[in-house]
């Protein structure tokens, strides 16, 4: 093996041939990063991006200052679908030694498997391998079934079932439940939801190809709920927490839903489709009522739902939506805290009404492009019809920096994984 690049933490402005902002100055043995007080996690992470990019294989992180977030800043820089660096960690105490590298294994298997060509990952695999992953994390207290084809339309689980029976490649419901030691048949303490859709044509409402090239990863909120379930359980979750991921492919062929169609769910609520390009309300609805059905006071779904969310709140924030403020203020905080870029946007109970049709109770969506004015709430309002409680112990998570198109100065191209850690943190602690 090649001698390893050694990068160090510098607490002072660089020498001024290297420029009075540099951000990395360079010497025999490798290079230092030069921190100056303000975004010094984003510099971290921006360094250890510049040099995974510049071809460095092999990194060592030397000398002193390498906390345990300043460490992990630099490997998601580092991180590129084309060839992880590998980066030997400085010391840490062992606790923190111990959740960095968990850490890390969620964070790779999640990149990874949004990264995934929609050949390999079916709705089926990703389903089993969302499981599988899970399970090595605590094989003892995992239990699981997988719903898949026409069964969903048997068990009523019809957005599942009719956003996917387009694909020759059936749709699947992966059902998780994670028991801990003596929690008996008590209701678990949170349930997750995820959007797995393997990729996304768009359906008869078909997307460009510049929109259609990255629709590998319209699975990202199914990877960043089931990475975050098990990060929590490496940190110890003592909960009940049941899981539910709802994969399709959304396809164009003689059996594919339709526009005017008129899909009629478990709570009775009936849905006419305006539009198949926002499928993945659709398939959420079926596992916001699962979740609901299991009693867990604490309900969170992921989805990289709308483009809407993204024009809001650009690439570098996920944006969340609650009609429980207390809810919602909570979970910013822990965003806060593990370092993850979350915004709230407006949500109230008229948003449920935005999307009106003469023939059902609502529309999946406005028959315009990106669903109109509001477009991020009105999606979340259409799913608040599917939780109980008038929406109180719900949030909603639209990842809209699930994913990045191209590489840039601070993230490889592809899956980011941004928002796992902080779901992780509200079923540990709410």
């Known amino acids: 093996m090649d001698k390893r690049f050694q990068l160090s933490i510098s607490n002072e402005q660089a020498a001024g041939h290297w420029g009075d902002k540099a951000l990395l100055s360079y010497n025999e043995e490798g290079a230092r990063v030069h921190l100056t007080g303000e975004d010094d996690l984003l510099r971290l992470q921006t360094a250890g991006r510049r040099l995974a990019a510049s071809g460095i294989e092999h990194m060592e992180l030397v000398g002193d200052g390498w906390s345990l977030e300043n460490q992990w800043a630099v490997a998601q820089g580092a991180y590129d679908p084309k060839g992880v660096c590998h980066v030997k960690f400085a010391d840490l105490p062992e606790n923190e030694q111990w959740q960095l590298g968990h850490r890390l294994r969620v964070s ?35 239990s699981y079934e997988i719903i898949k084809g026409d069964d969903l339309d048997k068990a009523g689980l019809v957005g599942i079932h009719g956003v996917g029976r387009g694909s020759v490649r ?11 030691d003596g929690w008996g048949d ?39 709920v089931a990475g975050a379930l098990a990060l929590a359980i490496s940190e110890g979750l003592d909960k009940r927490v049941q899981l539910f991921l709802c994969c399709a492919e959304n396809l164009i062929s003689g059996h594919a839903y339709k526009l ?6 478990k709570n009775g609520t009936s849905v006419e489709i305006q539009n198949t390009d926002t499928e993945g309300r659709l398939v959420l609805a079926d596992g916001l009522l699962l979740a609901g059905e299991s009693g867990a006071p604490l309900i969170i779904d992921a989805a990289t739902l709308t483009g809407a969310a993204v024009t809001a709140v650009g690439e570098d924030y996920n944006a969340v939506f609650s009609l429980d403020a207390d809810l919602q203020d909570k979970f910013l905080k822990f965003a806060e805290q593990e370092q993850e870029n979350h915004w709230p946007l407006p949500l109230r109970p008229f948003h449920a009404n935005k999307c009106p049709s003469n023939y059902a109770d609502t529309a999946n969506s ?49 899956g980011t994984g941004h928002g796992f850690r902080t779901i992780a943190r509200a079923i540990r602690e709410l």
Do not use: C
């Not at 678990?188 to 590998?216: C, E, H, Q």
């Not at 005017?260 to 769910?265: E, S």
């Not at 477009?375 to 309002?381: E, T, V």
């Open 108 to 142: 790779h298997w999640l990149r990874g498997l949004v990264n995934q060509t929609p050949e390999e990952l079916s709705p089926v695999v990703l389903a089993e391998e969302a499981a599988r992953f899970i399970e090595s994390f605590a094989k003892d207290h995992v």
């Open 260 to 265: 005017g169609d008129i899909l009629t769910y």
């Open 170 to 180: 059936p749709p699947a419901l992966l059902k998780l439940d994670f028991t801990p």
């Open 366 to 414: 406005r028959p315009v492009k990106g669903g109109g004015a509001g477009g991020a709430s009105n999606a979340a309002g259409f799913l608040s019809r599917f939780v109980p409680n008038q929406g109180k112990g719900w949030l909603h998570v639209d990842l809209a920096s699930a994913f990045r198109d191209s590489a840039g100065p601070v993230w490889s191209a592809g």
């Open 186 to 224: 008590k209701a678990p303490a949170a349930a997750l939801v995820g959007k797995g859709i393997t990729f996304d044509s768009g359906g008869y409402s078909i997307k460009p190809s510049a929109g259609m090239v990255s629709m590998k990863a319209d699975m990202g909120g199914a990877a960043t």
